[in-house]
């Protein structure tokens, strides 16, 4: 699985991630562990599923929430992220059906 680094964002945020396009007509968006615990998109069980999912078909998209490694801005709890992280999935790949997992889903 090749990943590449990708930014993306509303205004002045950007989000940090990485994307793997498997060619496929599915997409995933998988999301980390609360990032004031820890968590960043690094984690091995995002970088699992994230394996999983591709190995499945799916083009992967795992990112860092605010505050987080080289996204910018502050935590907020993660609202209204993966709105953005499925439009980065669309525009990179003919993905017309998403997931979106982990375990700071919120949309």
Request: charged residues 20%; aromatic residues 10%; hydrophobic residues 35%.
């Amino acid at each position: 699985m090749e990943e590449k680094i990708v930014f993306f964002g509303q205004g002045n945020i950007r989000l940090e991630g990485l994307y793997a396009n498997a060619g496929g007509a599915m997409g995933a968006v998988v999301s980390h562990p609360h990032p004031l615990m820890g968590g960043d998109m690094g984690n091995s069980i995002v970088e699992t599923l994230a394996e999983t999912l591709f190995a499945g078909g799916f083009s992967t998209l795992r990112f860092n929430f605010r505050g987080v490694g080289k996204s910018t801005g502050t935590f907020d709890d993660g609202r209204d992220k993966q709105t953005p992280a499925i439009q980065t999935v669309a525009s990179h790949s003919q993905t017309d059906s998403f997931w979106v997992t982990g375990t700071r889903n919120r949309l």
